[in-house]
Nanobody, 118 residues
Framework: QVQLVESGGGLVQPGGSLRLSCAAS????????MGWYRQPPGKQRELVAA????????NYAGSVKGRFTISRDNAKNTVYLQMNSLKPEDTAVYYC???????????WGQGTQVTVSS
């Protein structure tokens, strides 16, 4: 059974930081590209950041570039999203995604709420 379990969300003031974690089980983690997506209230889900299976390449949405950092630990089957200088517009449910296009496998976590507010 595949599970992606996010943690680390919460309420933070503008300018603050949070670190999201996503622990994967039931998949060969090192074969999957991993990504963080978010869905703000009333809006569509959007890509925030992605990292290749071997961590050689990363990709960021323009709105978070320079503030967020994605990383992964293949030994722990975990992907992280370090979020700094948070803004109210970063408020959203954040979802972890595992993608292996070659095997046509894609999985989603249940999401974790991030609220940036004073």
């Amino acid at each position: 059974q595949v599970q992606l379990v996010e943690s680390g969300g919460g309420l933070v003031q503008p300018g603050g930081s949070l670190r999201l974690s996503c622990a994967a089980s039931g998949i060969t983690f090192s074969r999957f590209s991993m990504g963080w997506y978010r869905q703000p209230p009333g809006k569509q889900r959007e890509l925030v950041a992605a990292i290749s299976s071997g961590a050689a390449s990363t990709n960021y949405a323009g709105s978070v570039k320079g503030r967020f950092t994605i990383s992964r630990d293949n030994a722990k089957n975990t992907v992280y999203l370090q979020m700094n200088s948070l803004k109210p517009e970063d408020t959203a449910v954040y979802y972890c995604n595992a993608d292996w296009p070659g095997a046509r496998q894609m999985y989603w976590g249940q999401g974790t709420q991030v609220t940036v507010s004073s």
